[in-house]
């Protein structure tokens, strides 16, 4: 007989959580491809979280969203490059992004995702983050000048404009096709 827990103290069960979650990956799955399908590069962007950095994410250098399944190790490589995937059928190297960043390596856990790469970069691979912030409209934020401090991300090439949004947090937009072709990341070996 299955388990189900009943909602308690006005929190959902499991189910209920399952259910929502499911939904809000469908919703954000059929946003993600609208977006992709988009003529401007700064609408609909996606959001992640890198460290404690706010990152935007050109939807048109991506596939798509993923949970993560099993990962199969490779050895002799990078410890930020996680190993082999399959994803839909297919193997793919994942990355964990974070790591290859310097920050502490991701806990596989429920909230994170393997962003897909798109077929367009040539690179058959996938980046492990943390977490998904859903989509943002640059647009609809304010360009930040690099602050006296600099971002953790400013010394790379990838990382471009920096925003604010209304809640005056910044966001980092990265260049995924660039970032897939800077030296340190193509080299995963040992």
């Known amino acids: 007989m299955p388990c189900i827990q009943a909602e308690s103290a006005g929190k959902p069960g499991p189910l209920a959580r399952r259910v929502r979650l499911r939904e809000f990956q469908t919703q954000l799955a059929q946003r993600v491809q609208a977006a992709q399908n988009s003529t401007e590069s700064n609408v609909n ?4 979280m890198l460290g404690d950095t706010r990152c935007l994410f050109d939807l048109r250098q991506t596939s798509e969203i993923m949970p993560v399944r099993s990962i199969t190790k490779v050895p002799l490589t990078q410890d930020w490059y996680l190993g082999l995937s399959s994803i839909r059928g297919n193997l793919m190297g994942v990355i964990d992004l974070p790591r290859f960043l310097g920050y502490a390596g991701t806990p596989i856990d429920a909230e994170c995702r393997i962003i897909v790469l798109s077929r367009a970069l040539s690179l058959h691979g996938g980046l492990l983050v943390p977490r998904v912030l859903g ?23 990838w990382a471009r404009q920096r925003y604010r949004d209304a809640q005056s947090r910044y966001w980092t937009q990265i260049d995924v096709a660039a970032l897939v072709q800077d030296s340190r990341f193509l080299q995963i070996g040992l």
């Open 45 to 48: 962007q996606l959001g992640v």
């Open 135 to 157: 989509l943002h409209n640059p647009q609809q934020m304010t360009p930040a000048p690099e602050p006296d401090q600099v971002s953790e991300l400013s010394p790379w090439h």
